[in-house]
Nanobody, 121 residues
Framework: VEVVESGGGSEQAGGSLRLSCAVS????????MGWFRRNPGKEPAPVATIDSDGKEFYGDSVKGRFSISRDESNRLTLQMNALKVEDTGVYYC?????????????????WGQGTSVTVLS
């Protein structure tokens, strides 16, 4: 299984960014996929997850601002709108086996290398 993120960078507060994640090496409709944000000294925080049926789950801090999607080539996208300074961090894409634990980083088994997002005030 290979997970590769792209996108990210720096943006002013209120702006938008889009993150992408290409996943390969496993059946498309078997697992959920999610995004986590990590900041120094903290555990990865759940941002958004989408299950194999397309149901979406969002962390409280991003509801109404971020949108997760996946296509049939197993590419995952995170559209980040109305960015806030507190959205800053390293964003990781990961594969999860249990949608019931979508917000638990330890329920995800394959992770990308991470992509940095900086939101400027």
């Amino acid at each position: 299984v290979e997970v590769v993120e792209s996108g990210g960078g720096s943006e002013q507060a209120g702006g938008s960014l889009r993150l992408s994640c290409a996943v390969s090496g496993y059946p498309y409709d078997t697992y959920c996929m999610g995004w986590f944000r990590r900041n120094p000294g903290k555990e990865p925080a759940p941002v958004a997850t989408i299950d194999s049926d397309g149901k979406e789950f969002y962390g409280d801090s991003v509801k109404g601002r971020f949108s997760i999607s996946r296509d049939e080539s197993n590419r995952l996208t995170l559209q980040m709108n109305a960015l806030k300074v507190e959205d800053t961090g390293v964003y990781y894409c990961a594969r999860g086996a249990s949608v019931q634990r979508w917000d638990r980083w330890d329920a995800y088994d394959y992770w990308g290398q991470g992509t940095s997002v900086t939101v400027l005030s």
